[in-house]
């Protein structure tokens, strides 16, 4: 379905800007996974990855809106 589609890329697109956040700014990231960041590629990159994987919805909602201050329209009920 059309709007099922268009909402599954704006979520990919949250998930992609948080992770381009996260690597730019790891002070972003809480303590304990900032303290954990590799320094070498690809390690950095896979833990950074991993912490958003481990993400609800709702906070990684609530992390995007921290970050970027507001939230993709069709996102915001999540």
Do not use: C, K
Request: proline letters at 6%; a negative charge; hydrophobic letters at 35%.
């Amino acid at each position: 379905h059309e709007e099922q589609l268009a909402t599954a890329e704006r979520a990919r697109e949250v998930i992609a800007r948080l992770y381009a956040g996260y690597h730019q700014q790891p002070d972003l990231l809480p303590g304990s996974w900032r303290d954990g960041l590799p320094e070498e590629e690809p390690a950095r990159s896979r833990h950074i990855a991993d912490f958003i994987a481990g993400l609800t919805d709702r906070y990684a909602m609530e992390q995007y809106r921290r970050i970027f201050g507001s939230v993709p329209e069709g996102l915001s009920n999540v």
